[in-house]
């Protein structure tokens, strides 16, 4: 009797962890494709830091080695959303953007986190260059020089202490909002040497992706040589909700211990579970979704065996 399924396990998402499982699954002899529904959260980063091993490789570079290990054991990467996820008998029915759809057994959601991008003039010459949005991924190479920060939101002046671990330096921006800090918090800043300018940001000033200042409205420069924002992040979950998959009060995706999913046979891993954002914990949980999803599949047949 033919399979009724097209793959073993269809992974919804091309990022750290969704390239990490579908390696250690391919290693595993598992039938696996990738969705690729767009470039990671990253993707604008010219280096990636605190990745043990490597040194001087952008997110795009990682990816495409990542995306070629892959390819080279057999895996299938498609180069195409999925829209729509819903269960059947056995497994799962994923349509894509193409109108195509697949029969998958199990199912790892690893759709990530999109940003809020500030509205500021010459972002993209910047963004992931001198402008970031995680200070633990790239404060250590702006330390002890002029930092600006951009928040007005309830996490201001936590975001704004984080960064000023690495400089002394640091001045918060609400861009002509009004920022949701109390008289404590107001004191706080004062106290920690951390200036707070309300004014409206129309650009940022530099060359060659090195930033040099904000330009503010009344025409003043603010000098800094980088600059972090926190603005708001949310979750990739659609497909997660259309499957019934609980969610946690943050609005990620809750799993267990091996990132399974309230619902049986699917899996979530990377910054859309809810752990630290970073590539390098995404990563490591793909690789403990794989393992998982090989441990529920293990009494199949492999798709050979050896000679």
Request: glycine share 12%; net charge negative; charged share 25%.
């Amino acid at each position: 009797m033919s399979d009724p399924f097209d793959v073993e396990t269809g992974i919804v998402g091309a990022g750290y962890a969704g390239l990490s499982a579908a390696l250690f699954l391919r290693r595993h002899r598992i039938k696996v494709t990738v969705f690729d529904g767009g470039p990671p959260r990253n993707h604008a980063a010219i280096q990636v830091h605190g990745y043990l091993g490597l040194r001087s490789t952008s997110a795009n570079e990682l990816i495409a080695i990542g995306r070629r290990q892959v390819d080279e054991l057999g895996g299938r990467l498609e180069g195409c959303r999925i829209e729509r996820a819903e269960t059947i008998e056995g497994g799962f029915l994923l349509a894509g953007s193409n109108g195509t759809q697949w029969r998958v057994r199990r199912l790892l959601l690893a759709t990530g986190v999109r940003d809020q991008l500030p509205d500021i003039e010459r972002l993209d010459e910047f963004y992931g260059r001198s402008v970031h949005v995680c200070p633990h991924c790239d404060g250590y190479e702006w330390r002890d020089r002029p930092i600006a920060v951009i928040s007005w939101n309830e996490s201001s002046r936590d975001f704004a202490s984080k960064v000023s671990h690495w400089s002394r330096q640091v001045t918060l921006l609400t861009d002509g909002r009004s920022p949701e800090l109390s008289a404590d918090d107001r004191a706080w800043l004062d106290q920690k040497g951390i200036a707070m300018r309300t004014a409206t940001i129309t650009r940022f000033e530099g060359r060659d992706g090195q930033l040099d200042g904000l330009r503010l409205e009344d025409g003043s420069v603010l000098r800094a040589d980088a600059a972090f924002f926190s603005l708001g992040e949310e979750c990739q979950t659609g497909l997660a909700q259309q499957l019934g998959c609980r969610l946690g009060e943050s609005g990620s995706i809750e799993v267990d211990d091996e990132q399974h999913t309230s619902v049986d046979g699917v899996w979530a891993a990377g910054d859309v579970a809810g752990d630290s954002q970073f590539a390098v914990i995404a990563a490591a949980q793909g690789v403990k979704a794989a393992l998982d999803i090989h441990r529920t599949l293990a009494p199949r047949e492999p798709e050979s065996h050896p000679a």
